[in-house]
């Protein structure tokens, strides 16, 4: 029995670390290389539409905007948000859903490698995918992987086939009043258009627009030079 549980302890112990060596090995790819699809396009219902675009390429607001929208400490966290993550426990201890709390990092993590949940597993997968992330690429390539993945449609994937799509024009070319519409799709890309937004909406990409103002110009020029 004994010589049984050190032989399964021995098989898992070498698929562990053949894992984890698979896991650093496509980060490391991924880090100079545009991933060719994701674990979200693959589980798609729609047909996949995504354009890869260089950080380098888009105006300073467009990365501005979600940065402004979904995670405006992102310049500064390793990835995960504890106090974010600390509130949104206390919301489901006190019989509230369990909410997403999901920094930057974490939503390109759980994009790429994973699937939509907010189970306590795949937040706990995403989380270590996250620091991974932070450890293997920075900030600059995780902002510019997130924005090349993110859903911004049905099937629309990255902001530049979002930009052709709803404005006709390649995201190196959108304004900041484009940029901030694109923005407030994100968390719930398959029931918004940029184009004909609610009047809550419409609030949100003004609230959007002030947010980037007081931030500055010059808020994520650390991280993206």
């Known amino acids: 029995m004994a010589k049984r549980k050190r032989g399964i302890f021995k098989k898992a112990w070498t698929i562990l670390w053949r894992a984890l060596l698979l896991m650093i090995l496509v980060l490391l790819v991924f880090r100079f290389i545009p ?53 949104a426990l206390s919301q489901y201890d006190d019989g509230d859903g369990l909410r997403g709390a999901s920094t930057i990092t974490q939503q390109t993590a759980k994009n790429l490698f994973l699937w939509s949940g907010r189970s306590f597993i795949r937040k706990g997968l995403e989380a270590g995918f996250a620091v991974s992330l932070e450890a293997f690429w920075g900030k600059k390539r995780i902002l510019e992987v997130y924005l090349n993945i ?15 799509h709803y404005f006709s024009r390649s ?16 968390p719930s890309p398959r029931t918004r258009n940029p184009n004909d937004l609610s009047y809550y909406l419409r609030q949100r990409v003004d609230w959007v627009e002030v947010q980037m103002q007081q931030l500055g110009p010059d808020y994520l020029k650390p991280i993206l030079e």
Do not use: C
């Open 150 to 164: 993110a859903e911004f449609g049905k099937g629309i994937y990255g902001v530049e086939a979002a930009s052709q």
């Open 35 to 87: 991933p060719p699809t994701t674990a979200f396009m693959l589980q798609s219902d729609y047909p996949v539409k995504q354009t890869w675009i260089d950080i380098d390429e888009l105006p300073s607001y467009m990365p501005l905007a979600v940065v402004a929208s979904e995670d405006q400490r992102f310049p500064d966290h390793f990835g995960v948000d504890f106090t974010a993550i600390s509130k």
């Open 171 to 186: 995201a190196s070319k959108l304004t900041m009043n484009q940029a901030a519409r694109l923005a407030v799709l994100l």
